[in-house]
């Protein structure tokens, strides 16, 4: 598990990372939110050791995190971070035996992730001759080959088409079930919503949102319900708490203004009394509008 | 962690000797040198010219044929291509001798007449002009002849002639009781001083330099940098980069010595025999005794030695601070210009070493880090510094290499994630005081 607790970082005098506290458990993945210059990056760094912290602690399974146990952490920067010149055989050797690994090992798993990938005939192809999806197979294959405790993935989509971005998804999730807590950023809200569990929300190095997903659309559930039925206005706008019924152009479709979540359960009372139901969905906002109420502006710009 | 020095080591090595580039550029040194070592042969073996006989036709009215041939034999004998020359009287016509004149027949009319006033006068007729060596030959033996000519019509006797026109005799005396009789220039084993020791080193340093520029920038460009340092400290990240190229200058060093055994056999095999063989090297090591040169070396080689490997370290240490700042090559460049300008200085003030001998200056210069390896043994060897002196310019290389280290880690842990080039200076500094 992975703890960050009331961490900050400046720089100078400009607060970068500003008090921020999180826990990824074992097996989950985790989002690192925020819009450009709002500390993700520097986050990421700290925890990884490679910027210093001004204050607080970062544990991982209860250790600090220190050279003793950079072995059990993948990383994988925003940045192409593979040195060009090497065959992807002599990179992937390069980065495996600094994480402390065996070279056979290495090739062992190299060929097996190359074959899942896809890429298996560019094994003593060197890196610059590949294409820039293919580079991020390769730097995302080196952050993952020692099977790591910790995956830190700075933007890992960036560059992908839509395929190469499911495969990565399924990596990742084949690691959460081997217990790997997975911390990433990305600037798609989608990618985040699809297969992530808990998150928080940067704005200028502070942490404005937390807490896991089904929570957040919860607190932040819009107050409007999406009828579709042969329904009587006037008797559903005198149930306590519904304050406006709208009629949709389209015929016997209708938008139910209400107070509060509690008023949910009397509205779908009365529905179940309705002909031609043929839908009750409780608008739930999407993390974007989310992000836009906490931020203020759009995540995806 | 050992163990992942080694390998950082092994690999930065690997990516500068397996590779085709160096494997080519020693093939090319080593030609290069091989033909720096013999140039002269390969000239020879070409032809030219300067292959052709010269042929001096005398042409004699004063009847002093004899003499004008035993001063040309005299003034001859020192030069190593004297053979080349052939000297003959004739009875032909000057007009003859004129009209069979030719372009590029080496041919050299030499006409003596006689003269009242002057004893002597002489006229010298070519097709092309007369080069500067033949000239000045010439003229030396055409100046003897006419003195000759003017002491033989004075009534001096056969004796007093003889006495007159020998040359004079010089004797030189040491009295050094630890040197021998000088058997040449101190300026020229110098010379020979820095050739064999400093031209190399220089080399050595720019390649190192060079090298370790590259090796860091390409890994803070790419930003593999952080993928490293994520896994390995600073500090063994700094020292497998200062061990490497210092052990990729050591072999490229050794290669070089290989290359220039292979050359001095080379030359000496074109040469013929067995005893010319022996001559080249014998020539060196016997001049470097002559100045009691090799007992210096012998007592103060390993000093040297020392002196040379922490220089090395040096270098690399400052190399890899300064590829460290920088964000890209062409700026390392840059920073590397003052470094070059450093041993540029030493270089020269090493050549001055002979010249201005037991100057304090040059002394003092000889203590200053980075510079003292290329002036140091140059001034020990001339007998210019004593073996305390070198012990103690080598310490000082050692304390400073190691100060370098120590603060320049500093430096480098914050340089090497540094990107930006904006306050680098300041941000530099404040490192130097972080621990």
Redesign the interface.
């Known amino acids: 598990m992975l703890k960050v607790e009331n961490v900050s970082k400046s720089y100078g005098s400009f607060l970068a990372v500003d008090d921020l506290s999180f826990e990824v458990g074992n097996g989950e993945i985790f989002a690192l939110l925020g819009v450009n210059g709002a500390g993700k990056t520097t986050t990421f ?1 700290v925890i ?4 210093e912290k001004d204050k607080g602690t970062i544990t991982l399974d209860g250790k600090p995190i220190d ?1 003793s146990v ?2 059990k ?1 993948g ?1 994988l ?1 925003e ?7 090497l065959t992807v055989r002599e990179q992937a050797i ?2 495996g ?4 690994m065996k070279e056979n090992d290495i090739l062992e798993k190299l060929k097996y992730w190359l074959d899942r990938f896809n890429v298996s005939e560019y094994l003593d192809k060197k890196i610059k001759e590949l294409s820039k999806g293919n580079q991020q197979k390769i730097q995302f294959i ?1 952050a993952i080959i020692n099977e790591p405790k910790l995956l830190i993935l700075d933007e890992p989509f960036s560059g992908l088409d839509p395929i190469n971005i499911e495969m990565f998804m399924s990596a990742i999730r084949d690691l959460k079930k081997t217990g790997t807590s997975i911390i990433f950023s990305s600037h798609r809200m989608e990618h985040v919503e699809l297969f992530c569990e808990k998150l928080v929300v940067m704005m200028k190095g502070k942490s404005v949102l937390s807490g896991s997903i089904g929570e957040i659309k919860k607190k932040y559930r819009k107050k409007n319900i999406l009828i579709k039925a042969d329904l009587d206005i006037k008797k559903l706008e005198s149930i306590k708490g519904v304050v406006s019924v709208e009629e949709q152009g389209d015929h016997h479709s209708y938008v139910v203004s209400i107070e509060d979540e509690s008023v949910v359960d009397n509205v779908f009372a009365y529905i179940k009394t309705c002909k031609n139901v043929t839908s009750f969905t409780v608008e739930e906002p999407t993390l974007n509008e989310i992000f836009i109420s906490k931020v203020g502006e759009s995540y995806e710009g | ?1 050992k ?2 020095l080694k ?2 080591i092994k ?1 930065s090595l690997k ?1 500068k000797i397996d590779t085709k580039w160096f494997k080519i550029a020693n093939v090319i040194i080593l030609l290069a040198l091989l033909t720096l070592m013999n140039i002269d042969k390969i000239i020879g073996f070409f032809g030219g010219d300067f292959n052709n006989e010269t042929q001096i036709i005398v042409v004699d009215n004063v009847d002093q044929y004899d003499l004008f041939y035993s001063y040309f034999e005299a003034i001859t004998d020192g030069i190593e291509d004297y053979d080349k020359y052939k000297v003959e009287k004739t009875n032909e016509s000057l007009t003859a001798l004129k009209e069979s004149l030719e372009a590029n027949d080496n041919k050299i009319i030499v006409v003596l007449n006689p003269s009242n006033e002057e004893y002597l006068t002489t006229e010298v007729i070519t097709y092309d002009p007369l080069g500067t060596t033949n000239n000045q030959m010439i003229f030396s033996v055409l100046s003897s002849l006419k003195t000759t000519v003017a002491l033989q019509e004075s009534n001096l006797t056969e004796k007093e002639l003889a006495t007159l026109t020998s040359p004079v005799e010089m004797k030189t005396l040491v009295t050094n009781p630890d040197l021998a009789e000088e058997s040449g220039s101190k300026d020229t084993v110098a010379s020979l001083l820095i050739v064999i020791l400093i031209i190399p080193f220089f080399f050595l340093i720019t390649m190192l330099t060079q090298m370790i520029g590259a090796d860091i920038n ?2 803070k460009s ?12 600073p500090q063994i990240h700094f020292l497998s980069k200062v061990i490497s190229a210092t052990l990729f200058v050591v072999i490229q060093g050794l290669l070089l010595i290989v290359y220039a055994v292979i050359g001095v056999i080379l030359s000496n095999v074109s040469l013929g025999t067995a005893t010319e063989s022996t001559n080249v090297l014998g020539g060196i090591v016997q001049s470097l005794k002559d100045f009691g040169m090799l007992d210096l070396l012998v007592q103060g080689g390993l000093v040297i030695l020392v002196m040379f490997l922490f220089t090395l370290l040096a270098y690399s240490i400052l190399a890899g601070v300064l590829a460290s700042m920088t964000t890209s090559i062409e700026d390392y460049q840059q920073l590397q210009t003052p470094l070059m300008i450093i041993l540029m200085i030493g270089y020269y003030v090493a050549l001055m070493a002979s010249v201005f001998e037991g100057a304090l200056f040059i002394k003092v210069l000889a203590y200053i880090p980075m510079l003292s390896f290329l002036i140091a043994p140059v001034i020990y060897l001339l007998g210019q510094f004593s073996l305390l002196h070198l012990i103690g310019s080598t310490l000082v290389t050692v304390i400073c290499t190691i100060l370098m280290y120590r603060y320049g880690l500093r430096i480098y842990k914050v340089g090497i ?1 540094n990107y930006s080039s904006k306050k680098l200076w300041k941000k530099m500094f404040r490192s130097l005081k972080e621990r």
């Open positions: 760094r990884i050791g490679l910027l050279y950079t072995d952490i990383f920067t940045e192409r971070s593979l040195l060009t010149k390069y980065y035996i600094l994480k402390g080196t | 962690m163990d992942k390998f950082l690999q990516k390409e890994e790419t930003r593999g940098m952080e993928i490293i340092i994520s896994n390995v400290s994630l």
